[in-house]
Nanobody
């Protein structure tokens, strides 16, 4: 079964940077579209960024130009480099796979524990 282990979350000051990592197992990572989601307090989980098997990327409008998603197929890992962080970026960040690049819904029902990012001075 698919497993996801997210890490790298922290308390960060506004304008700061942080890099999140997600190590996966249980499915063919190299052929999968991967995504980062976040869940802000009191809100539903939302798709933030996605990366295709070829490396093509797309982002939620609110993070474009500030976040960069990347992948390492040799390590079955996906990363999220975040910069110019804002308080509204606060939330628990999760990774998952997508059925296709045009999808937003996660492919797997299982989720990792997530990693908490708090942007606050």
């Amino acid at each position: 079964q698919a497993q996801f282990v997210e890490s790298g979350g922290a308390l960060v000051e506004p304008g700061g940077s942080q890099r999140l990592s997600c190590v996966t197992s249980g499915f063919v990572f190299s052929q999968s579209v991967m995504a980062w989601y976040r869940q802000a307090p009191g809100k539903q989980r939302e798709l933030v960024a996605k990366i295709g098997a070829s490396g093509v990327q797309d982002y939620q409008d609110s993070v474009k130009g500030r976040f960069t998603i990347s992948r390492d197929n040799a390590k079955n890992a996906v990363y999220l480099q975040m910069s110019s962080l804002k308080p509204e970026d606060t939330g628990v960040y999760y990774c998952n796979a997508l059925w296709s690049y045009v999808d937003a819904a996660p492919r797997f029902h299982t989720w990792g524990q997530g990693t908490q990012v708090t942007v606050d001075s």
